[in-house]
């Protein structure tokens, strides 16, 4: 009797009490932690979130410049034959586009320091977009009109803020002079900051604001349609195959293990295997978009392979059995239920293969799609770009406007993922069915 | 006729074939269709098959042999001189008759006189080239006249072999059809042929991932055996220094030590595990043991975001933002860290790999029986305690699993290093300095022009091989752990 109350007591001794608090100290410093480590990771994705907006929407705005361009025919055409179409190629579109500067800032064209430094506050492409004008409507020639043309990319860093105004003048990009014009320019509302389609229209281009990502839209497009008329039919053969048919032993454990390894094998080294085997062995064209497609189709295969044979073996026994009992075969049983049941399944499966394969960046590389590639490709046989090979590209770029447009191809790059996902989620929560 | 017009054409047949299969099998019944063995569209699949089957098995295994049988055919052309010499002088003079003999067709009646001439030595090869440039083919020197025969050669067989396809294709297929439409009749067991066709072909997809596997060890063994015979496996191995120099043909200059490359790639996998683990490790705990449904729900799915991020965002992030941050954060408190430094790639890829070990973890906690956890309550231990005394060490094979399945992704990840970490192959201790990684030199030494005869550009194949050797595995062996963990509780 004594020793339970002594051993009661002791529980409630001072000494003990401090023990208890040291331990419940201990427990929610435990727990503590591991808010802390889920905050991090939070945080980190909110900061690389915001750092990629905050560096990126302003790709999506350019700025442009009004000018009166008079279309002389004495430049573009002075032959007179409208059919002349190489002296339309072959034009001084740069002239047109500086005189009309001149113009529109009321300066000296006399003076050779003034004239450069008002050339700088146009783009280098202005001259292809007068000539596609004048290509697309030759009646313009002779009148003079006004156009609004792409500004330099350092007039428009200066519009965008990035070019500190504060900086003293022999240290800042643009001069005292370019910024007093510029600010002359926005007053009188010919500079301003439009919507920006050439990053989704244009080619490769060396200058910044010309550079756009169309040919890697269509190399992605070329690709991604690659991989769903190969790796989805290919990998829900595949899975079918090893769920229904496959005799359990050796062979069937030997492709599971098999699948699951190539599941993790470095995307490089699929690169690598496209270089050798279908560049090198079968002579298919280096930078074309199917070999990034098929090099992808073998990258998702694994990824779809395994989903949907998690969808397959989701299907209750008892459906097949009823479909066995009432004379089908084993085929139609497939044909007749067990697809059409796990299609909901297959379907998120093969999104999320393709959300990999869209992203993908490191076997293009290998298989040369890191081109300089202008127009547009025809063929998946063309040379192309994909959506993350430009945003490799031009992050290794030096100029001060790549940043801004990579930043932007990547915010469109996670736009089209964040809706991929979204479908998968969707598909998911709507077709979900518990058996 | 391009072979993707006979494949359309082929397949607009065997539609055809499968309508009038149909049509046949109930005619040859009488409209009796309970004596049919199998269901009309079984025969119409049956005779779809006949039609379309063998002849686009032919269309594919002719393609696939054209290039090299022609290529053989030109190749008798040669003197003995060009075949049995080098691979490097074999590969180049193809390729001029390639480039030669792909202009061949688009010449006029006149030009083509002026090259026959050129071949027999009645004209100079210097105007052969020049019609050849007029029509787009750029040569370095003046062709050979052997070369011009070989492309001639090259140009007829596979001009010839361009005409031959179709018919042999269309002939196939109608001597399918024909067959197939004598055989269907009531009795036919159409059904059971179809379906063994249908099997045999989800079986021949199955071996896709397999030959995958086979091909990637094949083609990067095969090239390594071929870098292996410029440089000897034991300097590759075992050489400190890597300096390959400019890619010269057939000269082995450089120095291709793989220690470096493999220290960098180590040192930056490991900075990548130190922030990976324990945050993953925690956060895992913190989602299997303490959160609500609720939270889970949220928190899980927010982390996987991590996982899903292509890695050339991370890239560009560690290269614009992160690298500039720690470089001025470092410069504040009195450190030089190098914008490219182990830490901003390790730290950007640790953040990256988060998921891999969180998941997985998460998944095998939860799958420790309940029973042990309320008998450690029941013996007065807090959930802390009960964690870090009983969950851990039950769970403590799935975790190391998975960690070894994030060491192979962080090993093998490549878009993060090749934008953020260094260039120059550093033997280095401090995590302050850039080193760099065995993908990063896979991509530089393979983008560019590519001579396949060098071991610039071979060396590539030899690093890609020992980089699927090491996560190979890793991954064999984690993904051992788990399973035999798995069947622990099962």
């Keep these: ?435 | 006729m391009s072979s993707l017009t006979i494949l359309a054409i082929l397949f607009g047949a065997g539609t055809l074939a499968y309508f009038i299969g149909r049509r046949r099998s109930i005619q040859a019944c009488g409209g009796q269709q309970q004596n049919l063995h199998s269901r009309p569209s079984y025969h119409g699949f049956y005779l779809a098959i006949l039609t379309a089957l063998p002849a686009i098995i032919l269309l594919v295994v002719w393609s696939l042999a054209e290039r090299p049988v022609t290529r053989y055919v030109a190749m008798q052309e040669l003197p003995a001189s060009v075949v049995e010499g080098s691979d490097a002088q074999q590969s180049l003079t193809m390729s001029v008759v390639d480039t030669i003999a792909e202009g061949v067709p688009k010449l006029s009646a006149q030009e083509f006189e002026v090259l026959r001439k050129a071949r027999l030595g009645f004209a100079t090869t210097s105007d052969a080239r020049d019609i050849l440039v007029r029509h787009s083919v750029i040569l370095g020197s003046n062709p050979d006249p052997n070369v011009l025969g070989a492309a001639f050669k090259l140009a007829e067989a596979r001009a010839t072999s361009r005409f031959l396809l179709p018919i042999a294709c269309f002939a196939v297929a109608g001597l399918g059809f024909l067959w197939g439409y004598t055989r269907i009749r009531p009795g036919l067991r159409a059904r059971n042929i179809v379906e063994r066709v249908m099997r045999s072909g989800l079986f021949l997809a199955s071996t896709v991932a397999v030959l995958t596997t086979v091909g990637i060890v094949l083609s990067v063994l095969f090239e390594t055996i071929h870098f292996f015979q410029f440089v000897s496996p034991f300097d590759f191995l075992f050489g400190t220094v890597w300096d390959p120099r400019f890619a010269t043909v057939g000269q082995a200059e450089g120095q291709f030590g793989l220690l470096p490359l493999l220290w960098g790639t180590l040192f930056i996998s490991l900075v990548a595990l130190l922030v990976a683990v324990p945050v993953g490790l925690f956060a895992a705990i913190y989602m299997s043991e303490y959160a609500g449904s609720k939270v889970r729900a949220f928190a899980k799915p927010v982390l996987e975001i991590l996982a899903g991020i292509p890695t050339i965002v991370y890239g560009f992030f560690a290269l614009s933002v992160f690298g500039p941050l720690l470089r001025d954060l470092g410069f504040n408190i009195g450190l030089e860290i190098s914008a490219s430094s182990v830490l901003t790639a390790g730290i950007v890829m640790g953040v990256m790999i988060i998921p891999f070990v969180s998941s997985l973890s998460d998944d095998i906690m939860n799958a420790v029986p309940q029973s042990l956890r309320e008998g450690s309550y029941g013996l007065g231990a807090t959930q802390s305690e009960t964690i870090k005394k009983v969950i851990l060490p039950a769970a403590l094979p799935g975790i190391v699993g998975a960690i070894l399945l994030a060491a192979s992704r962080a090993i093998g990840e490549t878009m993060i290093v090749v934008l953020a970490a260094g260039i120059a192959a550093n033997l280095t201790l401090n995590p302050l300095e850039p080193v760099t990684t065995i993908t990063v030199k896979i991509v530089s030494q393979l983008t560019g022009d590519l001579e396949f005869n060098s071991p610039q550009t071979l060396v590539a194949f030899a690093l890609g091989l020992t980089l699927f050797v090491i996560t190979l595995g890793l991954n064999v062996y984690a993904l051992y752990i788990v399973r035999k963990y798995r069947e622990q509780y099962e």
């Design chain 1, 1 to 435: 009797m004594t020793d339970q109350t002594a051993s009661l007591s002791s529980f409630k001794s001072e000494e003990a009490q401090k023990k208890l608090r040291k331990r419940h100290w201990a427990e929610r410093r435990f727990r503590m932690y591991g808010i802390a480590a889920i905050l991090f990771a939070l945080a980190f994705l909110v900061f690389l979130f915001t750092s990629i907006f905050t560096q990126g929407w302003s790709a999506f705005l350019q700025t442009s410049v009004k000018l009166p361009v008079e279309f002389s025919r004495e430049v573009i055409n002075p032959s007179g034959n409208p059919e002349a179409e190489d002296e339309i190629f072959q034009a001084n579109f740069v002239k047109l586009a500086r005189e009309g500067l001149y113009k529109e800032l009321g300066i000296d064209p006399k003076d050779r320091k003034v004239r450069r430094d008002a050339n700088r506050l146009l783009s280098r492409g202005v001259d292809v977009q007068l000539r596609d004008m004048v290509l697309r409507d030759p009646s313009i020639i002779g009148t003079t009109e006004d156009v609004w043309l792409l500004a330099s990319d350092n007039a428009d860093a200066l519009l965008k803020g990035s070019i500190d105004r504060e900086t003293p003048n022999d240290r800042r990009a643009v001069n005292d002079q370019q910024v007093a014009w510029i600010d002359q320019l926005v007053d009188n509302g010919d500079m301003k900051k439009k919507f920006n389609t050439g990053l989704f229209l244009n080619g490769a281009s060396s200058n910044p604001e010309t550079a756009g990502l169309g040919v890697a839209l269509i190399g992605s497009f070329f690709m991604m349609l690659t991989v769903i008329l190969l790796a989805v039919p290919l990998g829900v053969c595949a899975a079918l195959y090893l769920e229904e048919y496959a005799p359990k032993g050796k062979i069937a454990d030997t492709i599971e293990v098999n699948i699951n390894n190539l599941a993790a094998v470095p995307s490089i080294v699929f690169g690598l295997l496209g270089l050798a085997v279908f560049i090198n062995f079968f002579g298919l064209p280096r930078s074309a978009s199917l070999v990034g497609g098929l090099v992808l189709t073998l990258m998702t295969l694994p990824t779809i392979i395994i989903t949907t044979r998690a969808a397959i073996r989701a299907v209750p026994p008892s459906i097949r059995e009823a479909a066995l009992g009432v004379g089908a075969s084993k085929m139609q049983l497939i044909g007749h239920h067990v697809l059409p049941l796990s299609l909901p399944g297959i379907l998120t499966g093969t999104i999320i293969g393709l959300v990999q394969a869209l992203g993908e960046t490191a076997p293009l590389l290998m298989i040369g799609m890191v081109a300089f590639v202008v127009e547009y490709p025809a063929t998946p046989l063309d040379p192309a770009t994909g959506l993350p090979v430009q945003i490799y590209m031009w992050a290794s770029s030096a100029e001060r406007g790549f940043v801004e447009r990579t930043a932007g191809a990547t915010m469109v790059l996670l736009a089209f993922l964040i809706v991929m996902n979204s479908l998968a989620v969707y598909l998911r929560n709507k077709f979900e069915r518990k058996w």
